[in-house]
């Protein structure tokens, strides 16, 4: 036995963990859109978040425009969590400063008449844009403020889909995981062998679907949004699933229907939803998603769920109101994440040839760390507003094929 005795345990990486102004990585996803809410989430009151390390109150107008302000007010300092939503604004309930959406003071009703126009107020906060039921803020440089991407499973120019946000687990990230670093979360989007160990061997078949029946082949490959893995399996019913996750670099999640059963010949089933896996700060992570959801005869088909999403039933693993036994018993995502440690320390990880997926990752947003810093724009930042993305995240379901480990 190696004796952990007098051991040191070296930092994070924090290159690419933490995410605060000011550190490579918070600054590199400060030049992008990050979701906060959902759109339906801002109703009369004013509502508190934190995102890469800051505290933001966002709130909707009776006039029906959105802002995002710094919660505490230039005046004295209270917060604006407390604030009345009114026509034009957002009042501090303190002394009653009114601040438009852009964080311009309009009223200073304890002051003498003229002192509002003199003095000039403006509370500092960022551009905010509502796009598929998100509301998105851009924390970044104002001259380097990109568009919201457009992606092609967003696209609503057929009709036959309309996009919906969704906090497809709560406040929660995927799996209901929260309680860790951003990183440790998101490359898990790349690492399918956990799928196999983790909800299968380990948990019971948490899915029943046709990813979770036998090994099959995996490989990992570039794409020209980030990385994605493919699996490749050969079903008992004479078909094979070929199924693609992505990565779209620096934090967005494509996954397929995790239940896709196999028993439809299918080309290209893409993904029915976006997830952007957001920092809250370096220790805590939350998910909001974007969801095309298919209309039948003009409504929202019936009976439908995203792809992402799990029944309790059949994924035991996953309810957060279970006993200390019964997690160690059958542990899930929010287990195996969260106990990596608050920020994982990958100086002590002993990468082998199934995490090359996660390497990919890592050294992707590496790259885009040094474009930022020399001043350049990270991969993903689109200026085009006609330019329509291909994703690269889908099932298909085809007849057998010829696998060297099946």
């Not at 995996?218 to 990385?227: A, C, H, Q, R, Y």
Request: hydrophobic content about 35%.
């Amino acid at each position: 036995m190696k004796s952990a005795y007098g051991r040191t345990v070296p930092a994070p990486r924090i290159e690419l963990t933490h995410v605060e102004a000011g550190s490579p990585m918070g600054e590199v996803l400060r030049r992008y859109w990050q979701p906060v809410c959902l759109s339906e989430e801002l109703t009369d009151v004013p509502k508190k978040v934190r995102i890469l390390c800051e505290d933001l109150v966002v709130f909707r107008t009776g006039d029906g425009e959105v802002g995002c302000l710094d919660p505490h007010c230039a005046h004295r300092g209270s917060s604006l969590e407390y604030g009345r939503i009114e026509k034009s604004g957002i009042r501090c309930c303190y002394h009653g400063w009114l601040y438009s959406p852009e964080g311009r003071v309009l009223e200073m009703p304890c002051e003498a008449a003229g002192t509002c126009e003199r003095m000039s107020v403006e509370q500092p906060g960022y551009p905010v844009k509502e796009f598929g039921g998100l509301v998105f803020v851009y924390m970044g440089p104002p001259d380097k403020q990109p568009l919201l991407p457009q992606f092609d499973v967003l696209d609503t120019s057929k009709g036959n889909v309309q996009l919906r946000g969704a906090r497809i687990w709560g406040d929660y990230a995927i799996g209901y995981v929260r309680d860790c670093n951003w990183l440790q979360h998101y490359e898990n989007v790349v690492d399918p062998w956990h799928v196999l160990v983790l909800h299968q061997a380990i948990s019971g078949d948490q899915f029943e679907s046709a990813m979770m029946q036998g090994r099959g082949e995996i490989s990992f490959e570039p794409t020209t949004l980030g990385v994605r893995y493919k699996m490749t399996k050969a079903l008992p019913n004479g078909n094979s699933l070929v199924r693609c996750s992505e990565c779209v670099v620096p934090n967005i999640a494509l996954i397929p229907n995790i239940r896709e059963k196999g028993v439809e010949l299918i080309e290209e089933d893409r993904c029915s939803d976006v997830t952007w896996v957001v920092p809250i700060d370096n220790e805590h992570v939350m998910a909001l998603s974007i969801v095309a959801w298919p209309l039948e005869n003009g409504k929202l088909k019936p009976d439908w769920r995203p792809g992402t999403d799990t029944i309790s039933d059949i994924r035991p693993g996953h309810e957060t109101a279970r006993s200390y036994r019964e997690r160690q018993l059958r542990p899930d995502d929010l287990e195996a994440q969260e106990s990596q440690r608050p920020i994982a320390i990958h100086a002590l990880e002993r990468l082998a040839g199934s995490d090359v997926g996660v390497v990919r990752l890592r050294r992707l947003l590496a790259e885009q760390v040094k474009k930022v810093e020399l001043g350049e724009d990270p991969m993903n930042v689109f200026r085009d507003p006609n330019q329509r993305i291909k994703t690269n995240a889908w099932n298909s379901v085809v007849k057998q094929l010829e696998l060297s480990d099946s």
